[in-house]
Nanobody
Framework: QVQLVESGGGLVQAGGSLRLSCAAS????????MGWFRQAPGKERVVVAA????????YYVDSVKGRFTVSRDNAKNTVYLQMNSLKPEDTAVYYC?????????????????WGQGTQVTVSS
């Protein structure tokens, strides 16, 4: 069992930065690939970034490449999402997710555990 708790969301102006954190409970954290998904009102939940168990391999959706950075600290059971140059279209609820999977192109159906979500709002 893994429990995930996100923090770090908030309101920021366009061009600003936020850092999301996801703290995981459980000794099996390092066995999981970790992902960040987002869901805007009226839209489906989609992956924006993911990282493998070791931190050596990452995946980003095209719309965030060069602006977002995913990282993890297995000693602290924590995964991060550094978001720079934020745009209004980045506004969404952001969810941390854990998956036992060999691919980082995570789909919602492959997720074993979800966090509760944290709101990110980018004003223009």
């Amino acid at each position: 069992q893994v429990q995930l708790v996100e923090s770090g969301g908030g309101l920021v102006q366009a061009g600003g930065s936020l850092r999301l954190s996801c703290a995981a409970s459980g000794r099996t954290f390092r066995a999981y690939a970790m992902g960040w998904f987002r869901q805007a009102p009226g839209k489906e939940r989609v992956v924006v970034a993911a990282i493998d168990w070791s931190g050596a391999d990452t995946y980003y959706v095209d719309s965030v490449k060069g602006r977002f950075t995913v990282s993890r600290d297995n000693a602290k059971n924590t995964v991060y999402l550094q978001m720079n140059s934020l745009k209004p279209e980045d506004t969404a609820v952001y969810y941390c997710a854990a998956a036992l999977t060999g691919t980082l192109r995570l789909a919602t159906g492959a997720i074993n555990y979800w966090g509760q979500g944290t709101q990110v709002t980018v004003s223009s």
